[in-house]
C-alpha cells in the first residue's frame, strides 16, 4: 500500500522561505515522479514542481523557477523523501500544497494511477 505524507508548511512573510517534505512509502524500488502541486480558494490545482526518485531529473514551474528547488532522498528500504525548498515566497505563493507520486510524470502531471498526500498549508504574507 503506498503512503504519501507531506509536511512542513507554514505561515511566514513576504520574502521568507519555507521546506516541505514528502515521504513515499511502499512504491517499490522504481524510478517514481513525485511531483507537488498548489492550490488556493476559487483558483485551479497547478504544478509546481516535479522529480523522479531515481535520475533526479526535475521540471519546475515558470512561477517558481529560480525560488523553489526540488531534491530527494531514497532509502534501501524503498522509502522516498522529496523536498521543496521555497525561498523568497510571494503572497501569490500561498496555498494548499500537495505531493503526489506516481510512475511517470508528463511535465508537470501525473500520468496514470497517482498516490496523493493529505495537504500541507502555506500562508503567505505581504
Known amino acids: 500500500q503506498v503512503h504519501v505524507v507531506e509536511s512542513g508548511g507554514g505561515s511566514v512573510e513576504a520574502g521568507g522561505s519555507l521546506r516541505l517534505s514528502c515521504v513515499v512509502s511502499g512504491f517499490g524500488y522504481g524510478d517514481n515522479c513525485v511531483a507537488w502541486f498548489r492550490q488556493s480558494p476559487g483558483k485551479e490545482r497547478e504544478g509546481v514542481a516535479r522529480?523522479?526518485?531515481?535520475?533526479?531529473?526535475?521540471?519546475?514551474?515558470d512561477s517558481v523557477k529560480g525560488r523553489f528547488t526540488i531534491s530527494q532522498f531514497s532509502q534501501d528500504n524503498g522509502k522516498d523523501t522529496v523536498w521543496l525548498q521555497m525561498n523568497n515566497l510571494k503572497p501569490e505563493d500561498a496555498a494548499m500544497y500537495y505531493c503526489?507520486?506516481?510512475?511517470?510524470?508528463?511535465?508537470?502531471?501525473?500520468?496514470?494511477?497517482?498516490?496523493w498526500g493529505q495537504g500541507t498549508q502555506v500562508t503567505v504574507s505581504s
Open positions: 522529480i523522479y526518485v531515481r535520475s533526479g531529473s526535475t521540471v519546475y514551474a
Open positions: 503526489a507520486a506516481g510512475r511517470v510524470c508528463v511535465g508537470l502531471l501525473i500520468s496514470g494511477t497517482t498516490y
